[in-house]
T-cell receptor
Framework: DSGVTQTPKHLITATGQRVTLRCSPR?????VYWYQQSLDQGLQFLIQ???????AKGNILERFSAQQFPDLHSELNLSSLELGDSALYFC??????????????FGEGSRLTVL | AQSVTQLDSQVPVFEEAPVELRCNYS??????LFWYVQYPNQGLQLLLK??????LVKGINGFEAEFNKSQTSFHLRKPSVHISDTAEYFC????????????FGKGTLLTVNP
């Protein structure tokens, strides 16, 4: 158990819809990272928040947005969903703001299926 | 920009055989290197990491990796695998060249057969 909690574990929705994925980081970790894992693209970094502020942005679509709340949990919002958004979405956390010496702790992921 | 190439998408081996999973990276500056493992239906877990110092690093579950700067490689090895080592293994790189963002390779599926 990594200590990172993601909900929901599975989500099935239709094209054009909007969903919210939730992540609670390990106790004490200030950084939250979102990754998308798909068969063709592999693990793609989406975005990182550190203590409530956006720290780094990766290959995140404009239809996607995220935020980190004062209690440090984070939400990833995916809107106008397309078939190609079907993937496993991982949240990870770390103590510091950089993946330098510290490791990332991953949740078990949220599997999104868009029909 | 930094990138990682995992040369094998799938590696099947028999139980108790040795295994090597290959990883090459591309970076013009210093790097930090990681291997993560993903067991079925689970998140990723850190196996080992190279930050500096000794080029041979040991991780959990009997795995080790060697950093080779001249060949820009960070291959993962285990002298004798178990059925329970069946999983997907990801090589990753971080460093100033990517503003310390972790960049993953596409993964290698290790299947250990009895």
């Amino acid at each position: 158990d990594s200590g990172v909690t993601q909900t929901p574990k599975h989500l099935i929705t239709a094209t054009g819809q909007r969903v919210t994925l939730r992540c609670s980081p390990r106790s004490g970790d200030l950084s939250v990272y979102w990754y998308q894992q798909s068969l063709d693209q592999g693990l793609q970094f989406l975005i990182q928040y550190y203590n409530g502020e956006e720290r780094a942005k990766g290959n995140i679509l404009e239809r996607f947005s995220a935020q980190q709340f004062p209690d440090l949990h984070s939400e990833l919002n995916l809107s106008s969903l397309e078939l190609g958004d079907s993937a496993l979405y991982f949240c990870a956390s770390s103590a510091g703001g950089r993946a330098v010496a510290g490791e990332l702790f991953f949740g078990e992921g949220s599997r999104l299926t868009v029909l | 920009a930094q990138s990682v190439t995992q040369l094998d998408s799938q590696v099947p081996v028999f139980e108790e055989a040795p295994v090597e999973l290959r990883c090459n990276y591309s970076s013009s500056v210093s790097v930090y290197l990681f291997w993560y493992v993903q067991y079925p239906n689970q998140g990723l877990q850190l196996l080992l990491k190279y930050l500096s110092g000794s080029t041979l690093v040991k991780g959990i579950n009997g795995f080790e990796a060697e950093f080779n700067k001249s060949q820009t490689s960070f291959h993962l090895r285990k002298p004798s695998v178990h059925i329970s080592d069946t999983a997907e293994y990801f090589c990753a790189v971080s460093g100033p060249g990517s503003n310390y963002k972790l960049t993953f390779g596409k993964g290698t599926l290790l299947t250990v057969n009895p």
